[in-house]
């Protein structure tokens, strides 16, 4: 997918916690879909200036049960989320409830400042265990691992769970002005033939 720019109005997010916050309000881009047994990998390359609390850039994996159109929605999203007065690896996954994990991101002052690009990759790996997804921040030739989420292909290897592959972003502040505007390139998406 060629280069797009994506903008977040304040008050908008993906985000699911007990008791009973459940929010997806964030503007997102699709790339492509289909059965999460043949997805394979993405990866997105995005910049930004970070200023507030919480904005945040990356991917959105979205999935959906085609038995039953109407069960809870699960999605992962992975990038950086600006927390704490300094840019973060990201990756929160979603099944019942929203789990958040957080690292330092390479160059974090060049990449709040946004001179510093960002890519994350999500890749369907198996090994002597079984199958997972994988989170990665790519820099160069380093893939440094993020997470490992399992669930996505636990119940049957993901038979039928449909997946939607977009670029995501969001500013969740509330009292703030201004729309984050966020740059993308090298948007891909794999699937199995």
Not at 2 to 8: E, V
Not at 73 to 80: Q, S
Not at 117 to 144: F, N, Q, R
Request: aromatic share 10%; charged share 20%.
């Amino acid at each position: 997918m060629s280069a797009f720019t994506l903008s977040a109005s304040p008050n908008t997010d993906i985000w699911k916690k007990p008791p009973s916050t459940d929010v997806f309000t964030a503007p997102f881009r699709p790339h492509s879909s289909g059965p999460v047994k043949t997805f394979t990998s993405t990866s997105i390359t995005f910049t930004t200036t970070y200023q507030h609390q919480y904005d945040q850039a990356g991917l959105l994996l979205t999935l959906t049960n085609t038995a039953n159109p109407s069960a809870p929605r699960k999605w992962i999203k992975a990038g950086i989320e600006y927390y704490n007065g300094t840019a973060r690896l990201s990756v929160v996954a979603c099944d019942t409830w929203a789990d958040w994990s957080v690292a330092d991101a390479a160059g974090g002052a060049d990449v709040v400042a946004g001179t510093k690009s960002v890519t994350v990759s999500v890749v369907s790996e198996g090994d002597e265990l079984g199958k997972s997804l994988w989170v990665y921040a790519v820099d160069g030739e380093t893939k440094t691992p993020l997470r490992e989420i399992c669930w996505v292909l636990g119940d049957n290897g993901g038979e039928g769970l449909d997946l939607e592959v977009s670029a995501l972003v969001a500013r969740p502040g509330k009292d703030i002005n201004g729309e984050l505007e966020v740059k993308f390139q090298d948007f891909d998406v794999q699937w199995q033939k």
